[in-house]
């Protein structure tokens, strides 16, 4: 917890007014001014202080403050490893050491990680799809935010206008991130998703399109996924990425362009005993498969709307997705 915090919350002064404290000196730390190896008590574990954030830094995701970094340690919470039916993901931020490029630091992050995948190399769930190799694989070392998620107004939102998600991407990002991740837990064999999704004007699309919402199967890593993009021809258009199934299921209906800027009514329908795949935008039917099937259920909803594949492209502007009343219905 940072300092001003901690001081407010006893209700001794404001945050602002404790920043001046600090500043002036007038505040100490176990007797002491310096603040480095102190020791500080999170969450019932003693932990010291190794470092302390510049002055107006607040977090690596635009409207996200922390109030304290913890060290990157592995995920051992056997109730959460056995509720948590999917991969887990960590954001990884880190200070250039003086005089080195990030270019530099990507080629040796590169090399490392190549390193690892040759001593542990990757198996293909999908017969179909060849495996990959060590040196296919690459770091990039990205300046700056990766996104963000909140809840937002927006007076034209077709039935909450004070309470919207707006998904922002900024200006610089790294293709293959998501801004941030929402998901819902579930277990079903037939799903029928509707929600209102608005991309702003203009928005770039990238090479490899945005994807908008995605339906897991089996925990993702078993039974894989199948998820719904705008893709670069302005089009939605879905893929499962399924075992011995990873194929583009193409607007085969029709193919309405997306308005950018204006809200849309989407819907998307899967049954997996009989392999029906649907999926409209404002009412009209854009695609339509009979050959979607899954042995997995379904076991999670997301709105992880990942800008982009794994080029290396950079977000030209600050873009944003919107969503609006998703409603869900499964058996």
Partial sequence: ?????????????????????????????????????????????????????????????????????????????????????????????????????????????????????????????????????????????????????????????PLSPVSVYDFIYPKGMVEGNAPSTIYYNLNATEMYVGFWWKASSPFDIGPNGNKIAFLFNGGGAAGGQQFMILYPDGRLHVLPEYPGDFRWRDPNVNATTVTLGVWHRIEWYSQLSSGTMKWWLDGVLQGSYTDVRNLYNFDMFQFSPTWGGNSGARKRETDHYWYDHVHLSSR
């Fill in 1 to 157: 917890m940072r300092l001003n915090k901690y001081i407010s919350e006893t209700g001794v002064c404001s945050r602002r007014e404790a920043d001046k404290l600090i500043e002036a000196g007038r505040v100490t730390c176990n007797g002491s001014l310096a603040v480095l190896g102190t020791q500080v008590r999170v969450r019932e574990k003693d932990c010291s202080i190794v470092g302390v954030a510049p002055a107006g830094f607040n977090s690596h995701e635009p409207g996200y403050s922390a109030d304290l970094w913890l060290p990157l340690r592995p995920l051992t919470d056997p109730k959460l490893l056995a509720s948590h039916g999917m991969g887990f993901f960590s954001g990884v931020m880190g200070r250039l050491w003086p005089n080195v490029t990030s270019g530099q630091a990507q080629t040796e992050l590169t090399a490392l990680y190549q390193r690892i995948e040759a001593a542990e190399p990757a198996v293909s769930h999908i017969p179909s799809q060849a495996v990959p190799k060590p040196n296919d694989y690459s770091i990039v070392v990205a300046p700056g935010a990766q996104g963000s998620a909140v809840l937002a107004v927006d007076a034209n939102s």
